[in-house]
């Protein structure tokens, strides 16, 4: 367990320079991605940005993610619980369209511009945790689709299976705690408070 996101961004970092890697640059997922991110930044010597990403709720579980819609608007679904469940298409196509919108407008909050092009360079996406990964996922679609160099996702916590997943979205996958009892990326946390807005910019900052 993790006293906080201070204390989990400092073992992620070392994780990261114990397996050599370096960044060009270090893509946080907001909110809580972003004092994980601000911290790896600094130790591995490259800028921080965003990628945003909104989850997918499956219809009436809102805390089930059946997909995550990038700010772009590419999308990546979880094909097997959308057929476990028999999600309609009408409901899909509305969740995509209006999570679409609220992954975009985040990317604008944190970001002035346009998004920059990873092409070429060595990324490193930090999150708080993953759970589904489904966010994670979206978010290395996305920056997968400027061809960068080297991909690596990177997370305090998550459960193997989620994790293994993400192996084909990046080049590696680096987690400093990957328990079999995996129950919310909250429950491996002794302090995990919301990351507010004002906040999350004071990292970019």
């Not at 089930?64 to 679904?77: F, K, M, N, P, R």
């Amino acid at each position: 367990m993790f006293s906080d996101r201070t204390a989990a961004s400092a073992r992620l970092a070392d994780a990261l320079e114990d397996r050599g890697i370096e960044a060009d640059v270090v893509l946080a997922i907001p909110r809580g991605g972003l004092p994980l991110g601000r911290v790896v930044a600094d130790r591995l010597g490259a800028p921080l940005d965003v990628v945003v990403a909104s989850k997918l709720s499956a219809p009436n579980n809102p805390e089930y993610a059946i997909g995550a819609v990038a700010e772009d608007g590419s999308v990546w679904l979880n094909d097997e619980a959308l057929d476990r469940i028999g999600v309609a298409d009408d409901y899909l196509a509305t969740e995509r369209e209006r999570e679409r919108a609220v992954a975009a407008d985040k990317a604008a909050t944190y970001r002035e511009g346009d998004r920059p092009d990873f092409g070429g360079e060595r990324v490193v996406v930090v999150d708080d945790g993953v759970a589904t990964g489904a966010t994670m996922r979206a978010c290395l679609r996305l920056v997968r689709a400027d061809d960068p160099e080297y991909l690596v996702a990177a997370v305090p916590v998550g459960p193997p299976d989620a994790l293994d997943t993400l192996e084909g979205y990046a080049e590696e996958v680096v987690a400093v705690e990957e328990p079999g009892n995996f129950r919310a990326v909250g429950a491996h946390y002794r302090t995990f408070d919301q990351v507010s807005d004002e906040e999350a910019m004071r990292y970019l900052a």
